[in-house]
């Protein structure tokens, strides 16, 4: 009984310390993520609340019509994503600001800063002139 008894409290053991590190690695994870929300915050609220944005879905809506095809447009968490067959353009704050990504095919291309005092129309118009190589 003395080797069995011994074995059991060595797992109980090992338990608790797996089960300690776990409540710290997950209190670590916590506090990274919610300090990766607070630093994507002011990204977040310009890409959701900029005049650029309101003209960007604007553009988009008159660019569906000059091309006779739909552009999807919707909201995926903080991303903001504009859709056609085989075309994907989406909008990433990120820590750094906002990122453009061009996807062609399913294959993304390089992201891209996104400038909001410039133009939307242009951006918008510059990811529908790309074809597929």
Known sequence: MGFLDNLESSLKSMEAVTEREDGAGARNRRESDRAARIALQPYVEKLRKSPFTDHLLRAAHQESYRIRARISVVWIGDVLRFDLPGKRLELIPGPNG??????????????????FTSDPTELLRQWLGKTAA
């Not at 906002?98 to 400038?115: K, S, Y």
Request: charged share 30%; aromatic share 0%; glycine share 6%.
């Open 98 to 115: 906002v990122r453009a990504i061009e996807t062609l095919n399913g294959v993304p291309d390089q992201p891209e800063a996104v400038d």
